[in-house]
């Protein structure tokens, strides 16, 4: 039978790549009746069920064509057929021609030119990019290679970005891969116990090379955790023609600090008077209760400087002169002062310093008899003076009902006090050993408490028992900036200045015994001073601290996302935040920079959404930092604290607006912590400042923006 269908190619080779990558098929129709043609391209090697997509195709298909005519398809080649471990050279294409009403089918070559090497570039696979460690601890870094050329391969490894030092075989490898072979490879790196390894992230690239493929890479980083301290000298300089232009009864001091941590950061020195006056050591003998130390005036002394930058390995001099400021009454005596270094990551070896001098009473003896005789008539008055804190109270809260007030101070003691017409100190614990930074009650019954140390240990009293408190220690020396308990009282959040937060599970909270270990660690990369929880889950903690980072955290999907905040440089940090529990989609926080700010979560907590700032102002504490605020339960109010020594009521109305303010109370010291609670008609406001006294105020609830 004669042959119904004649193929003819407009050119026998396509050079792929050059622009030639297209050519014509004609096919003529033989027969005497109507005829459909249909054509398709295939390779040698090339999987039946591969997609077409390698080529196109004008037209798909002919309509049907007539006795003794023709018809044109034009083929443009897009890529190189997909065959299994590439391709280069010359390979035949088969043109192949059907048709169904004649049940016949043709077939032509074409030769396809594909220039190149072939090589495919190796396949990197990397379970692990972020990396934790601190200086002399061995860090595996492992990966594996895979081979998909169709032969052996010769590849370069090399892991860039770290220092050469800190991999201990070297940051090249050179290894051979056989055929779909693949190869596990480890990098193991060691950061040397001293300044040259930083607190930071340390960002790497894994390099993959291959002769004649595309070079593969792959970042991961390597994060430096904070360790070693702060070594704090002082000794007494040696009197100069200098020293005695200043007064004969004043002293200079040599102060030294020595970095020897991995951390860069600022050391600010803070003097305060330890001595007890005789006036006082007489009031304590009758009261019984603890003395307090002399207050501290600031033209005693002159520190310069008063804050110094110290980067890792560094050593500074500060100079401290004392002039003494006699005392009214006593006798010639020592006056002391603690000299203290605060920084935000570390410890300081010795934590503080004593320094002294000798100064005079200004009232003679036998008028000072006089004053002791009436002072002590004073005394016999039960409730007179308030009993308290040696040291600088740090932190206050309220129990649920009200009925109780608790406090932690810089002297390694917590108080309970009893709320009345004015506090009654019932009950102090003493066995810490540490500044206390924050403590809660427990919501549930308020019957534990938590206590987040300067030592980086979080004890656990239980108020209705006499046993030692449980001690739960995850790192030493990270100090705890923080703590809030869950609602459930099933878990405690911890805040630290390594920047970690940590999730304690709370089953075994009777156990003294047993250790307990937290269920959960987040690490944001910044110090941390404050943390609550937000939203009617309790799902999101919200957590804020150094460069003024302000972030949202997820701890149940362990995701996070950052609230649009002012940026801010290492000395500037938010201080404190706080939400309304029947509201606890409202937030206030404040920072050292003077602001204050409120915030509408309900958006930003369901969705992506940006949080919804509902009020931000500055003026009120003159500009100085503001250390503490709190909200009333139905966000009516806000109470704040600052360095300039006042106590503010500001009343908010229902979109989290302030509508006026209040000056609840003034003090000469900085005013660290604030608590706020509503009574009926009455709010109680309690505050802790850094002269050692915590204080109660009350004030009416009289707000007609906010019924």
């Not at 520190?303 to 560094?314: E, F, I, W, Y």
């Not at 937290?518 to 001073?529: E, R, W, Y």
């Amino acid at each position: 039978m004669a042959k119904q269908i004649l193929t003819q190619l407009s050119s026998q080779t396509i050079y792929l790549g050059t622009g030639n990558d297209q050519f014509e098929v004609t096919v003529h129709n033989l027969s005497d009746c109507f005829a459909t043609f249909a054509l398709e391209l295939s390779a040698s090697g090339l999987d039946r069920q591969a997609s077409p997509d390698w080529y196109r195709l004008t037209p798909d298909l002919s309509a049907k064509i007539p006795a003794g005519d023709r018809v044109k398809f034009v083929v443009d080649i897009l890529e190189v057929p997909p065959i299994p471990g590439g391709f280069t050279g010359k390979m035949n294409l088969n043109v192949h021609v059907t048709c169904l009403e004649l049940g016949e089918e043709d077939r032509q070559l074409v030769n396809l030119v594909v220039p190149g090497s072939g090589a495919l570039p190796p396949v990197l696979q990397v379970t692990k990019t972020a990396f934790q460690t601190v200086p002399g601890t061995l860090v595996e870094i492992p990966f594996q290679i895979y081979n998909p050329n169709r032969s052996t391969v010769n590849l370069r490894i090399a892991l860039k970005g770290l220092p050469y030092v800190w991999l201990t075989d070297g940051q090249e490898r050179r290894l051979q891969v056989p055929s779909q072979g693949t190869v596990h490879v480890l990098f193991i790196c060691q950061p040397p116990l001293s300044s040259e390894a930083l607190s930071q992230v340390y960002p790497f690239d894994i390099e993959v090379s291959q002769a004649e493929a595309p070079t593969v890479y792959q970042s991961g980083t390597l994060d430096i955790l904070p360790t070693g301290w702060i070594d704090f000298g002082c000794t007494a300089a040696p009197l100069t023609p200098e020293s005695l232009a200043t007064g004969p009864a004043s002293t200079r001091y040599t102060l030294e600090l020595s970095n020897r941590s991995n951390v860069d950061q600022t050391v600010a020195l803070t003097l305060a008077r330890i001595d007890v006056p005789w006036s006082e050591r007489l009031r304590a003998v009758l009261r019984r209760q603890p003395p307090k130390p002399a207050p501290t005036t600031s033209h005693v002394l002159q520190l310069s400087p008063a804050q110094v930058a110290l980067k890792a390995g560094d050593i500074e001099q500060s100079s401290l002169t004392l002039q003494p400021q006699p005392p009214w009454l006593g006798w010639r005596r020592r006056q002391q002062f603690q000299l203290r270094p605060q920084l935000q990551q570390t410890e300081v070896r010795p934590p503080t310093h004593t320094v002294e001098l000798i100064a005079a009473p200004k009232i003679p003896v036998w008028v000072q008899g006089l004053g002791i005789a009436a002072l002590a008539l004073g005394t016999i008055l039960p409730g007179y003076w308030q009993a308290g804190h040696r040291g600088p109270v740090n932190s206050v809260q309220f129990d649920g009902q009200a009925n109780t007030l608790v406090s932690a101070a810089d002297d390694h003691t917590i108080h309970r006090w009893q709320v009345s017409r004015n506090l009654r100190d019932v009950e102090t614990l003493k066995d810490t050993n540490k500044a206390i930074r924050v403590v809660r009650y427990r919501p549930l019954n308020n019957d534990w408490l938590a206590a987040g140390l300067e030592n980086g240990e979080i004890q656990l009293w239980d108020l209705l028992s006499s046993r030692s408190p449980k001690t739960l220690v995850y790192q030493r020396a990270d100090r705890v900036f923080d703590l809030q308990f869950s609602q459930d009282s099933q878990s405690l959040f911890s805040a630290h200045g390594s920047g970690d937060v940590l999730r304690w599970p709370l089953t075994d909270i009777a156990e003294p015994g047993q250790p307990t270990l937290p269920d959960q660690q987040h690490q944001f990369g910044f110090a941390i001073q404050a943390i609550t929880l937000v939203g009617p889950a309790e799902t999101t903690l919200a957590v804020g601290g150094r460069f003024n980072r302000l972030v949202l955290w997820d701890f149940e999907q362990d995701q996070q996302h950052s609230i649009d905040y002012p940026a801010g440089n290492p000395n500037q940090y938010l201080t404190s935040l706080t939400t309304a529990g029947n509201r606890p989609d409202r937030l206030a926080t404040a920072d050292n920079q003077g602001r204050i700010t409120l915030w509408d979560l309900s958006r930003c907590l369901s969705s992506s959404e940006p949080c919804d700032r509902t009020d931000q102002w500055t003026d009120g504490h003159r500009g100085e930092p503001v250390n503490a605020v709190a909200l009333s339960k139905n966000a009516c109010y806000l109470v704040s604290g600052g360095d300039d020594g006042r106590v503010m009521l500001w009343a908010l109305n229902l979109t989290g607006q302030v509508m006026a303010q209040h000056q609840i109370a003034r003090s000469r010291q900085p005013i660290n912590s604030v608590d706020l609670v509503q009574q009926g008609q009455n709010l109680l406001i309690a505050s802790g400042d850094n002269h050692h006294h915590v204080r109660l105020y009350r004030a009416k609830d009289n707000n007609p923006a906010c019924p």
